[in-house]
């Protein structure tokens, strides 16, 4: 299973690992804020740690909603962050014409989930050699991600992460199905879980996302109990005056103790992450 460094930092399977920051770069004070917090809690934890926010929401459910600085100005703070802190960033871009220059600045590009299967924009990822996580689609299989791996591994890019974060079920509601991290991992990838994102109730609010963050911390244990190698969160210093994905984002002060159970978690289920594939490579495993 392939892993990677950014700036340092082991990103794969050996070690659990952490992406958190904002949903959106509403400041760079508060960039920094919540990179530096991070760093220093996943610093004393010995967990490796990347700082993840959007420069552009650009699915947000209203076009009143709070967008982003956009990418000049969005991949300003970036480098901000990262040559002050020292601390990996990743982030998202929406149109394979972002790729290079997101990648000049950045350590890890991710794909949002609704643009998944996006065969440009995927690969104009992979042939920016950096590591790419993706976030799995609401409207995908665990099993249909193995397509979108081949599509990036056909640039001869392998450094790949595969990210859950709910499926649709119904109307304004998410689900996850916990085998979803064995299934993917079977691709050679490490599997992530976007604990955060996975409660958000998609147009709950009418022109916006609602989503419930009480539920963060159950899930997030449950998915590295069934297989994950790392989580993704959504912090905020003060959640209900965030900008986009409130509802769902994590209060910062409650990160260390959620970090703290999830590592106990990753070494009692360390050595039982990664199923046997079917001989056809196709659909769930029995």
């Not at 709070?66 to 998202?92: A, H, N, Q, Y």
């Not at 912090?235 to 209900?240: G, N, T």
């Amino acid at each position: 299973m392939e892993s990677f460094e950014v700036l340092g930092q082991p990103i794969g399977t050996e070690r659990f690992f952490v992406i958190a920051g904002p949903c959106v770069l509403e400041s760079e004070r508060l960039a920094l804020v919540v990179a530096d917090t991070m760093r220093q809690v996943c610093g004393d934890l010995g967990i490796p740690y990347l700082f993840k926010s959007s420069f552009d929401k650009a699915n947000r459910t209203s076009w009143k909603s709070f967008r982003g600085p956009g990418l000049r100005d969005g991949l300003g703070i970036l480098s901000k962050v990262r040559s002050s802190l020292e601390v990996p960033v990743i982030t998202d871009i929406h149109e394979p014409a972002q790729a290079e220059a997101v990648a000049a600045v950045v350590d890890v590009l991710q794909i949002p989930a609704f643009l998944a299967r996006q065969t440009d924009l995927l690969a104009a990822a992979g042939n920016t050699g950096k590591p790419i996580n993706v976030k799995k689609a609401q409207f995908l299989s665990p099993w249909d991600m193995g397509q979108v791996v081949e599509k990036i591994r056909i640039t001869g890019n392998n450094k790949i992460l595969l990210t859950e974060r709910g499926t649709q079920f119904g109307y304004n509601n998410l689900v996850v199905d916990m085998r979803a991290f064995g299934i993917m991992a079977q691709y050679g990838c490490p599997v992530v879980f976007d604990a955060t994102h996975s409660v958000q109730l998609p147009g709950g609010r009418g022109d916006c996302s609602g989503g419930d963050r009480r539920y963060v911390p159950a899930l997030a244990c449950a998915a590295v109990a069934a297989g994950a190698h790392g989580v993704f969160l959504e912090v905020h210093e003060d959640p209900d005056q965030a900008l986009c994905d409130g509802p769902n984002s994590m209060p910062l002060d409650q990160v260390p103790r959620l970090l703290e159970r999830l590592l106990a978690i990753y070494a009692v289920a360390a050595g039982e992450r990664v199923l046997q594939p079917q001989p056809d490579g196709q659909g769930p495993v029995q």
